[in-house]
């Protein structure tokens, strides 16, 4: 059969940009909740004409189980569609958004100029979260390092180690590590808003829903259909098995795809 008239006409209102993409999604949504496509008389008499009197995969006659009329292919998901018209420009965009990071931390002046200032650390570990303890008139080490047990899993194991004098290394300060992080979220925020990955979505919606339009015309028009017996129609919409005339068993549809083409050509 044709396209219902509701899909016709929110396709030409959305060629014609009168409306916009996510309006017409909204009408094809609420219009397909309301009617599915067997509900149609035309797909009624249609599928009487079309449907066999045996099973086309297995053989089996009418006579002994009822026949469906059997979709061998089937749209594609609004999502897919819009994964497949987005995912190379998407990645595209991600390498450009993360080459203009790497250019902006390249030049910040504020992330080039942090001096790393000497630090007391224990002279162990080298860990800066040290204390002098007034008490016992020395410094005791709170440092922590992950340790694999002999089960594998990572356990925290803390020095503890006791010194008179710390020794020195060079390590930001706890402020000069807040403020890098906070430059680099800036940088960030700001990429992102410059390589906006949202606006590519959106700028492919009216294409996106043009072409789910044109999946849903191919699976009206009952073109991809043959006649399957219950089962064999159990076997492939909830099992995804096919039965492979070369090998003469019930296989995984992509199995058949490979060994015998055939079954979908029409
Ligand atoms: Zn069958
Ligand atoms: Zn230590
Ligand atoms: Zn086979």
Known sequence: MELPTYIKEVRQQLLADEISWREALECLQEATKKKKPWQYKEWRQERAILIKDSCLQCGISAESVPMVLQHLWQPRKLAIIFDQLTTAKIAANADLRNQYIDSLKKNSKKLNNIVIGDRECCPKCES?????????QAWKCSGTKSCKTITGYNRK???GNLFKEPAVRKELTPE????ISKIKQDIWSKACVKFDEKSIRESHGKQAILESIQDSERYYSLKDTTTFCKKCAYLMDIKKLLLCPNCNDFLPISHVLICSPIMFIH
Request: aromatic share 6%.
């Open 128 to 136: 800066t979260s040290i204390k002098f303890l007034k008490g016992s």
């Open 157 to 159: 194991v803390t020095c």
């Open 176 to 179: 000069q590590k807040r403020e």
